[in-house]
């Protein structure tokens, strides 16, 4: 297996000093052959080999450096899971897919929770991915996304800058 290039939408950088943190932590981890972090642009471009880290590692590391990654969450209700290997097999096949953070299956609640970076893998994506593995998908939820990831992270960080101006005006 070659190594994999993943582009993560970044969440709360305010400087090319925030850029400078996440590229140094990025690149020091094992598995990672390079990071770019573009401050104007918020996101990360990682070369990693899948074999030696996993995507979920990478963005727990950039979370532990005081960041973020936006990232959506799919929830697949599906009526033929029905044991503890199949959760298994699924959660393996689906974090092996470009994109995918991560999955957790369950045969007892018959779903499927997939983390994914919706810059390389869409809902429809997965959801083919395991109708071709034989599942049938009765439900979605996370669907429905109407505005696009700029505007979310926009939003997320509008809200933050509100609170923070007023614990400054309210203890100032």
């Known amino acids: 297996m070659e190594s994999k290039i993943e582009k993560l939408k ?3 950088m305010h400087c090319a000093s925030c850029a400078v943190t996440i590229e140094k932590k990025l690149k020091s981890l094992n598995g990672v052959a390079d990071a770019i972090v573009n401050f ?3 996101e990360a471009e990682i070369r990693y080999d899948p074999r030696k880290i996993t995507l979920k590692d990478i963005v727990n590391a950039i979370r532990n450096v005081g960041y973020d990654v936006y990232k ?3 929830y697949f209700t599906v009526e033929n899971i029905s044991s503890i290997d199949e959760e298994s097999i699924i959660e393996n096949k689906l974090k092996s897919l470009h994109g995918v953070i991560d999955v ?7 779903s499927i929770s997939v ?8 809902i429809d994506d997965i959801k083919k991915y395991l109708e071709n593995m034989g599942y049938k998908i009765v439900s979605i939820k996370g669907e429905v996304e109407i505005e ?3 505007s979310k992270v926009l939003k997320r960080e509008i809200v933050k800058l509100k609170k923070l101006l007023q614990y400054v005006f309210f203890y100032h």
């Open 10 to 12: 970044l969440i709360g």
């Open 40 to 42: 104007a642009a918020e």
């Open 115 to 122: 983390t994914f970076n919706p810059l390389s893998i869409k």
């Open 104 to 110: 957790s299956a369950s045969h007892i609640a018959k």
């Open 148 to 150: 696009d990831v700029e």
């Open 72 to 74: 959506e969450e799919a």
